[in-house]
């Protein structure tokens, strides 16, 4: 009896291995092919072709379908949008054998996307939204048959995307250095409700970013589409130096400085919302001038910058930027428009106690410079890509006690003080220069404004020992050159004029002297000036 079972048993291995093995026989292949292109044509909305179709029996009966290509809609451009290495398709063998195809994972190699936004913003993934209708495929009695309802390859229990790319441009333009690489992906369905579960990670470029994908769902519900169905995940972003991002988006200034953080992501495939906050030890700004002499690379350092961020594209806010900078604060609110026209809002500008010498004299190189404290608020906004000329904002600031160390402050506040006359004798030739002791004041402070590549102040004031400049006039962003009509009070004395001219040939032009305390002018000048 024993014997007979095992030769029963035996004849029903031998007849399933022998049916596995002639699987490649058994499958109609054109009603498999057509399957797979109405499947991938169901779910992506697209035309889908590929090069070749085979079906290998061991060691579980799977589907490889290589040259796999989504067509790209004609407005993008000739595409394609979507190019698959390989795609394996793993099959329920007793499903097979039953006459019915039923997935039970499906693996995409070597993945790469192309994704276009033409000039309204539009991309060609929101294109997605119009599934193709699915064509029943013919089959012959006896054949395995393809499913009803939707393809089983999109809802396999497993989905793994190995080693994949994502790229982006912009219509008509030569494509973009934004790109994501080395992406794997691993979908699961543990059979509870339609929620899809996924891990993995990749590379944004530029600037060689990881990011993980610590916990992700995604949930089909009633989308009609991959672009439609709702996404959820909390992704660890790692950013070993943010220099290269920064140079795709701003030519000056450099930086360098590493960053992480945590992310969330909520909104639908085709529309994601991200949020979170991004945390740098230090940032460092880089830019190079030749009027800063030696070294004419100049380095800016901010500690303990905190980013949140919060992203639906085209637009990229962070409600609160904080830093520590120069001995002081920072503190800012950002807004970028990403979209056609880029632009950047900087709001609530604040800087508290920050070393001016820092900003001005050490990375900035200004004629101008001063050194003392700095406090100002202010508000900015600019636009690509003329970032000077197309600057608007407003804002306030103090700056004090400290001393002028400016080559060009310096040499206006003298010539405004030798149009009193008495001032002559005592700056004698040799008297002032770069190696004097610099000019000392109590308080510099006004309001500006920022429009048509100009900075405008109505109430600057210089207060110093006994004294005081006030002036209103221009600033050029541009070039430095300098409009400023100023007068200069000391007791009864006033001293009217106008200050012009670009960086290291400004010009004082009297306009009007009065001299009521001569002697008192000379006492307070020669107390400056020694």
């Known amino acids: 009896m024993l014997k007979w079972l095992a030769l029963v048993f035996a ?4 007849l399933a291995a022998v049916a596995v093995l002639a699987l490649p026989w058994l499958v109609d292949m054109p009603m498999l092919q057509a399957w797979l292109a109405q499947a991938g044509a169901q779910a992506l909305g697209r035309p889908v072709t590929f090069t070749r179709v085979a079906v290998v029996p061991l060691p579980l009966p799977t589907v490889r379908v290589q040259g796999l290509r989504v067509a790209e809609e004609p407005a993008f451009g000739p595409g394609p949008l979507l190019t698959v290495g390989e795609a394996r398709i793993g099959l329920r063998l007793w499903s097979l054998l039953r006459g019915q195809i039923e997935a039970t994972e499906l693996a995409l190699t070597n993945v790469q996307l192309l994704v276009v936004e033409d000039a309204s913003g539009r991309t060609n993934l929101s294109a997605l939204a119009a599934p193709i209708p699915p064509a029943p495929a013919p089959a012959r009695p006896g054949a395995p048959r393809p499913p009803a309802g939707p393809p089983a390859g999109v809802y396999a229990p497993q989905i793994r995307i190995v080693n994949a790319g994502v790229r982006y441009r912009k219509l008509g333009e030569r494509e973009a250095d934004v790109a994501v690489s080395q992406v794997n992906l691993a979908v699961t369905h543990d059979g509870a409700g339609d929620v899809l579960r996924v891990t993995g990670e990749g590379v944004a470029e530029p600037g060689g970013v990881r990011v993980t994908v610590v916990q992700g769902t995604v949930t089909p519900g009633s989308a009609r589409t ?92 962070s409600e609160r930027v904080a830093a520590k900078l120069a001995g002081g604060t920072l503190s800012l609110s950002v807004l970028l428009e990403l979209g056609r026209a880029p632009s950047a809002t900087l709001k609530d500008v604040r800087l508290e106690g920050i070393q001016a010498a820092a900003l001005l004299e050490d990375y900035l190189c200004q004629p101008w410079a001063v050194r003392g404290p700095l406090d100002l608020t202010g508000d900015l906004k600019v636009r690509a890509p003329d970032y000077q000329g197309g600057a608007v904002g407003s804002g306030r600031f103090k700056v004090g006690p400290g001393e002028v160390v400016g080559r060009d402050v310096t040499r206006v506040v003298d010539q405004v003080m030798a149009l009193a006359g008495t001032a002559s004798a005592l700056l004698a030739p040799g008297r002032r220069g770069p190696d004097v002791a610099p000019l000392r004041f109590d308080a510099i402070s006004g309001t500006y404004t920022v429009s048509d590549g100009l900075v405008r102040s109505e109430d600057l004031r210089y207060e110093g020992r006994g004294f005081q400049i006030a002036g209103a006039g221009t600033y050029a962003l541009a070039d430095g050159r300098v409009d400023l009509a100023v007068t200069f009070t000391q007791g009864g004395n006033q001293v009217r004029g106008t200050i012009a001219g670009p960086p290291g040939a400004l010009r004082v032009t009297p306009t009007s002297v009065r001299i009521r305390e001569g002697r008192d002018l000379k006492r307070l000048l020669d107390r400056l000036l020694r």
């Open 11 to 14: 004849s029903l291995i031998a």
């Open 226 to 317: 991959l672009v439609e169905m709702e996404l959820a995940a909390d992704l660890d972003v790692s950013a070993p130096d943010l220099g290269p991002l920064v140079r795709a988006m701003l030519v000056s200034p450099e930086a360098e400085g590493a960053a992480r953080g945590r992310l969330t992501v909520k909104g639908t495939l085709g529309r994601p919302r991200v949020a979170g906050a991004l945390t740098l030890e230090r940032l460092t700004l880089l830019r190079e001038s030749r009027r800063c002499g030696e070294p004419p690379r100049r380095r800016l350092s901010l500690e303990a910058v905190q980013v949140p961020l919060a992203l639906t594209a085209p637009r990229l806010s």
